[in-house]
């Protein structure tokens, strides 16, 4: 009996990084497979039924064959998306986006002084270059802000950011303890009630921007989130490491040659 995939998951091109978030649920790995490789694997999961991916990582912008990736996708009746840091969004990557219709994510997790805290380096200025440069161009384009401990005060301000520069989509991501994150669970995890009172003022700042932004509570503790991972295994990922579940591993039909 063939695997039963559902129709849009987390595609990982790299688990490469140009940022260090100090919560990072997928940390570098060391694997990075090929455009062909890549290209295989969509085509794999097409023929078993998936229709949508999120190219996400590590930092998908790194892949040189992202821009390919998608035109590839496009051109066999998918639909990509695109969740990006916004530190290196190249003009090739841009181009695709337009020509294919991609839609994309950009981590922005509060102002200046905060989100370079937890992204670790200097990376404010060039994400929201990015998500302006996204919005100028017409291509679909969402915040997503990943909330800790200590850091409720930054809903609000991405809220503003997105008000004022004409983001109409905005996910919030409770923390969760996965790969880096596990071991900063103590800076970072939020306590039930405070992940409850974020979890409401989410939901009233939602009714009060009706028509205008579309926020979303997005939490992965809740319901696990299928992903593909740079190694080629398939797997529903929850909250923790222990709680993952392998669904398959993608056959590498690749030709010898290449
Ligand atoms: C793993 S990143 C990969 C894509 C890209 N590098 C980025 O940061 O947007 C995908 C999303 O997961 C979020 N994220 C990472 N670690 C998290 C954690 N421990 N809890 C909740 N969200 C997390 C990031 O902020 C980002 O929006
Ligand atoms: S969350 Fe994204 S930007 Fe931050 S370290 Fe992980 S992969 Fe890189």
Redesign the pocket.
């Known amino acids: 009996m063939p695997p039963l995939l559902p129709p849009s998951l987390c595609f990982r091109v790299t688990r490469a ?1 140009n ?1 260090r ?1 100090g ?4 940390p570098p790995d060391g694997v990075h497979p090929s455009g062909e490789v890549l290209r295989h694997r969509l085509d794999w999961l097409r023929a078993r039924g998936v229709r949508s991916f999120d190219f ?5 912008t790194l892949h040189p064959a992202l821009p390919e990736l998608l035109r590839h996708l496009h051109a066999g009746g998918g639909r990509g998306q695109v ?3 916004g530190l290196a969004l190249s003009d090739a990557l841009l181009q695709a986006l337009k020509a294919t219709g991609g839609t994309v ?3 922005l ?1 509060g102002d200046r002084a905060h989100h370079d805290a937890l992204v670790g380096c200097e990376a404010f200025e060039a994400t929201t270059a990015t998500v302006r440069r996204l919005v100028e161009a017409g291509v679909p384009t969402a915040l ?3 909330v800790v401990a200590g850091g409720g005060e930054a809903v609000g301000w991405v809220v503003a950011f997105c008000l004022q520069h004409h983001v109409r989509r905005l ?1 919030l ?9 596990r071991d900063r669970r103590e800076d ?1 995890g939020l306590e039930p009630f405070a992940r409850r009172a974020l979890r409401d003022e989410v939901k009233a700042l939602r009714r009060a921007h009706l028509g205008h932004l579309d926020l979303r509570w997005l939490d ?1 503790s809740l319901r696990p989130v299928p992903v593909v991972e740079p190694d080629g295994r398939v797997v529903w990922e929850g909250a923790t490491e222990r709680v993952d579940r392998e669904i398959c591993r993608i056959e590498e039909m690749i030709p010898t040659h290449l």
């Open positions: 990084c940022a978030c919560f990072c649920l997928a996400c990582g590590g930092e998908p969740t990006t840091n994510k950009v981590s997790h997503q802000t990943t996910n991501l409770p923390f969760i303890p996965r790969g880096r994150g970072y992965f």
